[in-house]
Nanobody
Framework: VQLVESGGGLVQAGGSLRLSCAAS???????VGWFRQAPGKEREFVAR????????YYADSVKGRFTISRDNAKITVYLQMNSLKPEDTAVYYC???????????WGQGTQVTVSS
């Protein structure tokens, strides 16, 4: 499966962005997640959704501000990011895997920059 992220950009603190992750080749595996990596830091988990059941899980740092959702017909997962903070600046990656903790497939990433 190929994953293509889009929707990144430059936004002021307090603003919003919506990231998209579209799958091609075949549908997503059981789980679809968003991760991010800031300069000089390790990649970290942001949010996850069950592709079939729709259950969601968030990192504490984004809970209440970010929302992950899916569109089964478009084979696309979204990450709505509100109340953005400068510390949200990172490259955001989409991932799909059959089980939590398994590497799975990754997209190429999309840059999100939040200015103060």
């Amino acid at each position: 499966v190929q994953l293509v992220e889009s929707g990144g950009g430059l936004v002021q603190a307090g603003g919003s962005l919506r990231l998209s992750c579209a799958a091609s080749g075949r549908t997503f595996s059981n789980y679809v997640g968003w991760f991010r990596q800031a300069p000089g830091k390790e990649r970290e988990f942001v949010a996850r959704i069950s592709w079939s059941g729709g259950s969601t899980y968030y990192a504490d740092s984004v809970k209440g501000r970010f929302t992950i959702s899916r569109d089964n017909a478009k084979i696309t997962v979204y990450l709505q990011m509100n109340s953005l903070k400068p510390e949200d600046t990172a490259v955001y990656y989409c991932n799909t895997a059959p089980r939590v903790g398994v590497s799975g497939y990754w997209g190429q990433g999309t840059q999100v920059t939040v200015s103060s």
